[in-house]
């Protein structure tokens, strides 16, 4: 993985879990990583959510919402922030494989077909 994309999805991560911890009145928060096509972050809380304006232009005197965006732009990912009173907040970025990984990662399908090329040719 490029060491930025790795360090910057590491600091949106780290945001998102403190945000939901110090903000949400959660009892729950569910991370997920994944290492696919492309790479994604999921953070995701069962707590009271966020204003719709903070959540979209952030809160005065604060920088986590709009750092998120900041760091997610620079490295080519998409950040998405889904929240509801009921049902919390879940913060996503999906960089794609060929910016994270610096090549498209194969699908479990194109690798199941490469193992039939190399068989096919012997």
């Known amino acids: 993985m490029h060491p930025i994309v790795r360090d910057e999805v590491y600091l949106i991560g780290y945001e998102a879990i403190r945000n939901a911890h110090a903000h949400s009145a959660g009892i729950r928060i569910d991370v997920t990583l994944t290492y696919a096509k492309d790479l994604s972050l999921s953070v995701r809380d069962n707590g009271i959510g966020i204003d719709s304006v903070i959540a979209e232009s952030g809160k005065d005197g604060h920088f986590g919402l709009p750092s998120m965006r900041e760091r997610a732009a ?3 990912g ?37 193992i039939f090329e190399r068989v096919d040719k012997n």
């Open 74 to 76: 620079r490295i080519g």
């Open 78 to 114: 998409r950040l998405r922030i889904q929240t509801s009173a009921n049902h919390g907040t879940e913060i996503k970025i999906v960089i794609p494989g060929s910016l994270a990984f610096g090549h498209p990662r194969p699908s479990p399908l194109d690798k199941v077909k490469a």
